[in-house]
Every structure is written in structure tokens, then in C-alpha cells.
């Protein structure tokens, strides 16, 4: 089994930036391909970031492109989430999940993967 704990949440104004962090623990932790997904109140699950274990390829999708980085230090375990230029449209649960079989691009292209996190709101105000 995989454990996910996501932490950096909060509330920031419009324009501000967080940084949030996914530790994973368990038998297959360092060897996970790693994403970001978000949900807001009212709609449902969508993917937002995530890094492959093999090669460290990322991938994005359209709404954060060029705002947003994921990154992993794999000596921890922890994959990050850089969140800049913040709209107010991104509030949400934020999700850390993991999946060591399906990639980044499979994440991206829909695939849930197989392990998740507790999740971490972030608020951003207008």
C-alpha cells in the first residue's frame, strides 16, 4: 500500500502563489508517477499536474499551463505543486495521487490512478 499526505493549502488572494506537497510513504514509494488533481464544489474531479517516476516528464493541462509547476525530489518522496499568478477560478480540493503502473500522460489523458491523498483546500479571493 501507498500513503499520500498533501500539505501547503490555504487561502491566498488573487495573483498570490502556494506551494503544496505530497509525501508519499509505503512499499512502492519511490517508484510512483505522481499527479495533482483538483475538485470544486460543485464539479467534479479534474486532472491538473503530473511527473513521471521514469525520465521526470511532466504534463499539465490547458487551465494552468504556464502557471503552475509540478516538480519531485525523489530522495523525499515528495512531489510539489507551484502554483503562481492564482485566479480565483482555482479554489479547490487540491488531490495528491499516485499510480506506479500508469504514467503521467495516461493521468493526463484520463486515467485515475490508483492511490490518493486526504486532499488540501485552497481558496483564492477576488
Known amino acids: 500500500q501507498v500513503q499520500l499526505v498533501e500539505s501547503g493549502g490555504g487561502l491566498v488572494q488573487a495573483g498570490g502563489s502556494l506551494r503544496l506537497s505530497c509525501a508519499a510513504s509505503?512499499?512502492?514509494?519511490?517508484?510512483?508517477?505522481m499527479g495533482w488533481f483538483r475538485q470544486a464544489p460543485g464539479k467534479e474531479r479534474e486532472f491538473v499536474a503530473a511527473i513521471n517516476w521514469i525520465g521526470g516528464s511532466t504534463y499539465y493541462s490547458d487551465s494552468v499551463k504556464g502557471r503552475f509547476t509540478i516538480s519531485r525530489d525523489n530522495a523525499k518522496n515528495t512531489v510539489y505543486l507551484q502554483m503562481n499568478s492564482l485566479k480565483p477560478e482555482d479554489t479547490a480540493v487540491y488531490y495528491c495521487a499516485a499510480d506506479s503502473r500508469n504514467n503521467g500522460q495516461a493521468m493526463a489523458g484520463g486515467t485515475r490512478p490508483t492511490y490518493w491523498g486526504q486532499g488540501t483546500q485552497v481558496t483564492v479571493s477576488s
Open positions: 509505503g512499499r512502492t514509494s519511490s517508484r510512483l508517477n
